[in-house]
């Protein structure tokens, strides 16, 4: 049972555009929110991040919102640019601590056309 | 600054020979550290993590074990591969003060024929 889910396996956008990810989760218990891009044989890396107690996180181009009652939040990307090119996984924690290991989904390839 | 380092890179096993893959984290003490796999066309899926020294908690029945010989340093291993062992495993820590945020060495992919 998947209790993260990211259903777009792939996603193409212009250079420039906004590109919007989405991702649905099912664990009540989850309470931290993590977005990741990894490229190919390389370790995911860190983008954003977002706790239950708000509704939205701003970083540069990048922004994740998070609706608690649908149990849904989504990675926007402003501008689009080339090298953000890469597989975007949504991960979330249950809170706690932090200890305990973070439930991902199978990711979204985002492809940024020129 | 913190670094996470995982070797090897790559690995090519036949079947039913041991594994170890190490992992080891420069610039922090006490961290949490975690083992995921990701299988092919699937999502980083959370096989062992640890708090402190000798201290194992897996995620999944598995061909797999963990151990944690010293503070910054975690080791995967299997006595027999299996087939179903291929993937690219990572190595993450993360801050024992609460910090959910978790970062990732390179990965070794593993090929078992």
């Known amino acids: 049972d998947q209790q993260v889910k990211q259903n777009s396996p792939s996603l193409s956008v212009q250079e420039g555009r906004i590109s919007i990810l989405n991702c649905d989760y099912t664990n009540s218990m989850f309470d931290y929110f993590l977005w990741y891009k990894k490229y190919p044989a390389e370790g995911p890396t860190f983008l954003i991040s977002?706790?239950?107690?708000?509704d939205k996180n701003e970083d540069g181009r990048f922004t994740v919102f998070l609706n608690k009652s649908a149990k849904h939040l989504s990675l926007h990307i402003v501008p689009s640019q080339p090298g953000d090119s890469a597989v975007y996984f949504c991960?979330?924690?249950?809170?706690?601590?932090?200890?305990?290991?973070?439930?991902f989904g199978k990711g979204t390839h985002l492809i940024i056309q020129p | 600054s913190q670094t996470i380092h995982q070797w090897p890179a790559t690995l090519v096993q036949p079947v039913g020979s041991p594994l170890s893959l190490e992992c080891t984290v420069e610039?922090?003490?006490?961290?949490?550290l975690y083992w995921y796999r990701q299988a092919a066309g699937r999502g980083l899926q959370l096989l062992f993590y640890?708090?402190?020294?000798?201290?194992i908690s897996s995620e999944v029945p598995q061909n797999l074990s963990a151990s944690r010989p010293q503070d910054r340093q975690f080791i995967l291993s299997s006595k027999k591969l299996l087939l179903s062992d291929s993937g690219f495993y990572l190595c993450a820590w993360s801050n024992l003060a609460g910090v959910y945020e978790q970062f990732f060495g390179p990965g070794t992919r593993l090929t078992v024929l």
């Open positions: 977002i706790s239950s107690i708000k």
């Open positions: 610039g922090t003490s006490n961290p949490n």
């Open positions: 640890s708090v402190g020294i000798g201290q």
């Open positions: 991960a979330a924690s249950p809170g706690g601590g932090g200890a305990d290991g973070l439930t």
